[in-house]
């Protein structure tokens, strides 16, 4: 595990800090909490099908060990070996939590498909095994398992329901067998979304990973009926919650737990508390550069090779998240935020507009030049960088880029080039 998320060696966690991740994580599977961002920012709630992406064959593995079979699913498939890992850490947590006896024995378990995009440490694994269906879900340290023995509780004139969700924003269950197709309408405190969701036939089921947490979303499902402005409606129903999960479990102790008793440190935790995004292995990013301003706040923070940008403040009630869902590995690059401090999220100041990426982890100096003598030096911290835009930068046209150098302690050039400013 150290080498996949690229932390330092392994030590021991003392009990108490392992208990204290193991509430965090136990908590985020609770009630809805305080949504604290302002209803201009709605249109960045969006719903994320992932289903949809995947390729289009599903391999099914039968219980009496034969060859795997090909079925037409041309919106699912099974990556068998993400499959088996999975699952064989599902099985190895309820075994440790006492639950195994509730289940059929592993050699028993079917996986059906798999959703496991490259972009997110979540590996979502529909499964069969002695007459009964659950979900398995992992991240890089987490693992939870839905309770396939709780009675499904179906959406109000449908045969639809929810088995699991889970705080890295799955949603998955089971669909009406009288859809085609099912659309799923997400809620927060402040914004309405809609998508379409897949449905795999063998046995109605559909997962969704969401860039809202389910506890802080409500959600209604109905027959997918068309694209908008088609003419056809059909009044969504309310999707009831999931059951509690069989088990919900840190099953890979992190080597290290990240210091958030630094300001940076701070300020992420509470930010990603906050906000309505959910970040999977949230508690052992690490932290890096800090950017402050005018009430309001920008932190970067990294897993391995994976980054995530939460900004906010704005008097303790805005606070966004975003994780980079992007699939390329350059050295360099710039990751996704928005302008904070505009009257249309409560502030009060001028509105300001940070300028964020990664660099290698040896460097110590990013140069960026912003063109008509705006030059500035980047504040650099752990492999990441952070500036607010100079003023007049706003009125730049759309493909307008940002020069880039960046150097080592020694003075070495380690980067040239540039940066998209948008």
């Not at 340290?141 to 709780?150: E, G, K, L, N, R």
């Not at 100096?365 to 030059?375: E, I, R, W």
């Not at 930068?393 to 948008?422: F, I, R, S, W």
Request: charged share 25%.
């Amino acid at each position: 595990m150290t080498d996949d998320l690229g932390l330092p060696g392994r030590r021991e966690l003392p009990p108490e800090v392992l208990d204290d991740l193991r509430m965090s994580l136990r908590e985020g599977m609770g009630k809805p909490g305080r949504r604290r961002w302002p209803i201009a920012a709605a249109a960045a709630a969006v719903v994320l099908v992932l289903a949809g992406a995947l390729v289009t064959t599903v391999l099914i593995r039968e219980p009496d060990r034969q060859g795997p079979a090909v079925a037409s699913e041309p919106d699912f498939a099974l990556d068998l070996p993400k499959a088996e890992e999975a699952m064989n850490r599902c099985w190895a947590a309820l075994q440790s939590r006492g639950k195994a006896a509730r289940f059929p024995a592993r050699d028993e378990w079917v996986p059906q498909f798999t959703v496991a995009p490259s972009w997110t440490s979540v590996t979502v694994v529909a499964v069969r095994a002695g007459g009964k269906t659950f979900f398995c879900e992992t991240t890089s340290i987490t693992v939870t398992v839905s309770d396939p023995d709780t009675v499904p509780s179906y959406a109000t004139g449908t045969k639809a329901a929810a088995l699991l969700t889970s705080r890295v924003g799955t949603v998955a269950g089971v669909a009406d067998p009288g859809w085609e197709k099912m659309e799923i309408f997400s809620r927060t405190a402040d914004s309405t979304a809609s998508s379409d969701v897949p449905i795999f036939r063998n046995g109605n089921l559909f997962v969704m990973l969401s860039q809202s947490k389910p506890s802080r979303t409500t959600y209604s499902v109905g027959p997918y009926t068309g694209e908008p402005g088609d003419g056809v409606t059909v009044a969504p129903h309310a999707l009831r919650p999931a059951p509690e999960p069989a088990v919900t479990d840190i099953d890979r102790v992190p080597p290290v737990v990240p210091d958030r008793g630094t300001p940076a440190g701070k300020f992420f935790q509470t930010c990603v508390e906050g906000a309505v995004e959910p970040l999977p292995d949230v508690d052992v990013y690490e932290t890096g550069t800090l950017l402050e301003g005018d009430d309001v706040k920008v932190v970067v923070a990294r897993l391995g090779d994976r980054f995530a940008v939460c900004q906010g403040g704005l008097g303790d009630h805005y606070y966004r998240l975003f994780p980079d869902s992007s699939t390329e590995r350059q050295p360099v690059r710039k990751l996704s935020t928005e302008t904070l401090g505009g009257s249309e999220q409560g502030g009060v100041g001028s509105a300001k507009n940070p300028f964020i990426g990664i660099v290698p982890r040896t460097a110590t100096t990013v140069k960026l030049d912003f063109g008509s003598g705006k030059k500035v030096d980047a504040a650099v911290t752990d492999g990441t960088f952070a500036v607010w835009r100079p003023e007049g930068t706003e009125a730049m046209e759309p493909n307008a880029q940002v020069g880039v150098v960046v150097l080592d302690a020694e003075g070495k050039t380690l980067h040239e080039g540039t940066l998209p400013l948008y």
